[in-house]
């Protein structure tokens, strides 16, 4: 049986890499750039995660609940037990 995580997580409205308003609050920590594309996802462990990366500089980062994580805490996270 499938289960529903709907109901356990706020509504978050979908932006638009179109429109800059919907961007509005998302920068690179790097370069401070507003170009960047951000994307919550949860990890194969439960862990929610927003993945952020820089149209400008490139620059990459993972956030677990504003928190910085480095890759390889990511991929430790992602692996199947």
Not at 10 to 25: I, K, N
Not at 36 to 47: K, P, W, Y
């Amino acid at each position: 049986m499938a289960r529903s995580t709907a109901a356990a997580r706020p509504h978050v409205p979908l932006g638009s890499l179109t429109q800059p308003g919907a961007r509005a609050g998302a920068s690179c920590h790097a370069c401070g750039s507003e170009r960047v594309t951000r994307i919550a996802m949860c990890l194969t462990d439960g862990s929610p995660v927003e993945f952020t990366s820089c149209h400008r500089c490139e620059h990459r980062t993972w956030e677990e609940r504003g928190r910085a994580l480095p890759v390889t805490h990511v991929l430790d996270k992602t692996r199947k037990l």
